[in-house]
C-alpha cells in the first residue's frame, strides 16, 4: 500500500494528512499544528516562516508516531496552500523578513502611487489596466495583491530588497525548505499577476514586470502543479522524520486544489465550495473574464485548463456568525449552560449539529425571512465593502429559529447568484460537488440543491478536500492514479440530494426579493458605513 502526506497550509494552523490510495484515497488521520498571524498597526499582516516549518515538523512527526506508519513507506509529499503571500528568500533560500499574508494591506499608498495616471479604473490606470488584462485576463486591482506587497518592500526596506534571490508564495518557501529548489506552480505563478498565459506563451511576462517595477529575476522556474519540485534533503528529512530524498511535488492553491480533491478535474464540472468563505467554480478550457460581475478564469491544474471562479467573502463565517450572536443563549438554556459536545443528555454532537436540527424544522422560506450575506462586504456579483448583512421582513411572530434558517437560506441565494453570472459565460454542470464545513450538514445540502434546482453530490472527507486534492497529486506523479480524468473514480461519494420541487415556489418568490435587496439599499449603504 502506497502512504502520501499533504499539508493542508491555512491562515493561523496546518493541517497534515496521511492518505492511502488503493481504488480509492483514504483519510488515515490528521494532526493539526497552530501558527501566529501578525497584525500590524499600519495595516500590514505578517507570519513567520520558522513558524511554519516547525508546525510542519511537529504534525509529521506526530502523524507517524499515531499512526505508526514507517517514513519508508511514504511515497510522496504535497502541499495546499494559502495563496498570494510573499516570502522573499536569499540564495540559501532563508526567508529575509517576515512573509506578508495575502490579508496584508499595507501597500495601498504604494499602490495609488505607481498604479498609474490617468484615468483609472478599479484602481490602476487604464494602460496598466488593459495591457494587464490583454497578457493576463486578470490585474493587480487590490493593495493586497503580492505585487504590490513586493513593490512596497522596494520602496520602504531597500536593505532587503537588496538581497532578494527569489519572491516566493507559502507552499513554494516550504517547497524550497525542503529541496533546496526555487520553484512555484503555475496557479501561484498566475496569483502575481506577471504570469503571461496566452496561448503558446505561459512564461513570465518582460513588459509586465517593467511595466509595474519587477525585477524578473527574483521570478523563481514555474513547474506544473503535478511535477516534482525535487527530493527532501537530508537536513529537512531529520527535521520532518521522513526519508531524505522523499519526492516532494508542487502542490497547488486552496482555489485549486478543492475542486480536485471534491473529484472535480474535466471540463464543464462545477464545485461549491463553503468554508469561511464561499465559491462557485467550473472547470473551463477558455480563460474569460467577467469584469462586471467580478468573475475570472484562474489557472487550474491541467495545461490550458482554468476555474471560472466567483467568490463570496463570508459564507459560513455567517453561520459563525448566528453561532455567537443569535444562538447561544437559546443553546445554552437546552444544555443548561454545558456545551453541547460535551452534554450527555444529547443526541447532537456538536452545536452546528443542534441548529442543523432547530433549522430543520422551520418551513422552507423561513416564513418570509431574508437575510443578505455580507458581513465583510461583497465581492462578486457586486463589490462593494459598504455592503452589509440584513435581516428583511421580520414581523411580531418572527422568532430566532426563522432567522437563523434565514442565514443558511441567504448564502444558498448568493451562491445561486453567483452561480447564475458566472453561467452566462461557462455552463454550469447539473450535478454539483458541495464541499467545505458546510457540506456537513444535510439540511445545508438539501436547502442549496432546492434553491438552485442542481442534484448536489457531498463527499467524504469533505472538510479536507485540499489535502485530498494535494495527494491526488502524488498518486498521479506515482503512477497509482492513471489520469487527472480519472480522479472522480477515486474521491469517494458520501450522499447525493435531490432538488424537492415542494419548496420550488417559496424559494423563487424569496430569490427574487433577495436579488433586489442590494439595489434597494446601496445607495444606504454607503451613507451609514463610508
Not at 519572491?167 to 529541496?179: G, M, S
Not at 502575481?192 to 506563451?201: A, E, H, I, N
Not at 475570472?296 to 485548463?305: D, L, S
Not at 459563525?320 to 443548561?336: F, N, P, R, S, T
Request: glycine letters at 10%; a neutral charge.
Amino acid at each position: 500500500m502506497q502512504y502520501i502526506i499533504a499539508y493542508d497550509i491555512g491562515t493561523t494552523g496546518v493541517k497534515t494528512c496521511l492518505f492511502s490510495i488503493e481504488k480509492d484515497i483514504k483519510q488515515i488521520a490528521g494532526s493539526y499544528g497552530t501558527y501566529n498571524l501578525y497584525i500590524l498597526e499600519n495595516g500590514g499582516a505578517e507570519q513567520d516562516a520558522d513558524e511554519w516549518w516547525n508546525a510542519l515538523a511537529q504534525t509529521t512527526k506526530s502523524l507517524l508516531k499515531k499512526t505508526g506508519i514507517s517514513s519508508k513507506d511514504i511515497a510522496g509529499l504535497s502541499f495546499c496552500s494559502q495563496m498570494q503571500g510573499l516570502v522573499l528568500v536569499d540564495e540559501n533560500g532563508t526567508a529575509l523578513r517576515r512573509p506578508m499574508s495575502y490579508m496584508d494591506q499595507r501597500a495601498d499608498a504604494v499602490m495609488k502611487k505607481y498604479g498609474g495616471s490617468g484615468i483609472k479604473v478599479a484602481g490602476l490606470g487604464l494602460y496598466k489596466l488593459l495591457k494587464s488584462l490583454a497578457i493576463t485576463t486578470a490585474a493587480p486591482t487590490s493593495p493586497k495583491d503580492p505585487l504590490w506587497k513586493y513593490r512596497w518592500v522596494k520602496e520602504n526596506e531597500p536593505e532587503v530588497y537588496s538581497k532578494i534571490y527569489k519572491w516566493l508564495d507559502v507552499k513554494e518557501y516550504l517547497i524550497c525548505r525542503a529541496t533546496n529548489q526555487f520553484v512555484m506552480t503555475k496557479d501561484s505563478a498566475y496569483a502575481t499577476f506577471l504570469y503571461d498565459t496566452r496561448k503558446g506563451k505561459w512564461c513570465w511576462n518582460k513588459s509586465l514586470c517593467k511595466l509595474f517595477g519587477v525585477d524578473i529575476n527574483h521570478l523563481p522556474e514555474v513547474i506544473d502543479c503535478t511535477s516534482i519540485a525535487g527530493s527532501l534533503t537530508e537536513k529537512a528529512a531529520l527535521e520532518l522524520g521522513l526519508e531524505k530524498g522523499t519526492p516532494v511535488f508542487g502542490g497547488g492553491g486552496d482555489a485549486t486544489l478543492i475542486g480536485i480533491g471534491a473529484g472535480c478535474s474535466k471540463v464543464g464540472e462545477t464545485h461549491i465550495y463553503s468554508g469561511t468563505s464561499g465559491w462557485v467554480s467550473t472547470i473551463t478550457d477558455k480563460q474569460v473574464v467577467d469584469v462586471i460581475s467580478m468573475i475570472a478564469a484562474t489557472v487550474g491544474v491541467k495545461h490550458n485548463n482554468f476555474n471560472y471562479f466567483a467568490e463570496m467573502e463570508t459564507a459560513g463565517k455567517c453561520f459563525e456568525w448566528v453561532k455567537q450572536h443569535l444562538a447561544m443563549d437559546e443553546i445554552g438554556v437546552y444544555l443548561q449552560k454545558q456545551d453541547v459536545a460535551e452534554s450527555k443528555e444529547t443526541e447532537y454532537k456538536s452545536l452546528y449539529d443542534y441548529l442543523s436540527y432547530t433549522v430543520s424544522q422551520i418551513p422552507a422560506g423561513s416564513n418570509g425571512v431574508i437575510f443578505t450575506p455580507w458581513l465583510h462586504g461583497n465581492r462578486c456579483p457586486f463589490e462593494d465593502a459598504n455592503a452589509a448583512g440584513m435581516f428583511f421582513n421580520i414581523k411580531l411572530e418572527t422568532g430566532k429559529t426563522e432567522m437563523i434558517r434565514s442565514v443558511l437560506e441567504g448564502i444558498c441565494f448568493h451562491l445561486r447568484w453567483m452561480m447564475e453570472c458566472a453561467s452566462k459565460k461557462v455552463p454550469v454542470s447539473q450535478e454539483i460537488r458541495f464541499v467545505g464545513g458546510g457540506a456537513l450538514s444535510e439540511v445545508t445540502c438539501q436547502m442549496i440543491a432546492d434553491i438552485t434546482g442542481h442534484k448536489i453530490v457531498t463527499v467524504e472527507d469533505s472538510q479536507d478536500v485540499g489535502a485530498v486534492g494535494a495527494a491526488i497529486l502524488v498518486g498521479l506523479g506515482i503512477g497509482i492514479i492513471p489520469s487527472l480524468d480519472s480522479i472522480s473514480s477515486f474521491v469517494r461519494i458520501k450522499t447525493v440530494y435531490e432538488p424537492n420541487p415542494e419548496n420550488k415556489a417559496v424559494y423563487e418568490r424569496n430569490y427574487a426579493v433577495f436579488k433586489k435587496l442590494y439595489k434597494s439599499n446601496k445607495k444606504l449603504f454607503k451613507e451609514i458605513n463610508k
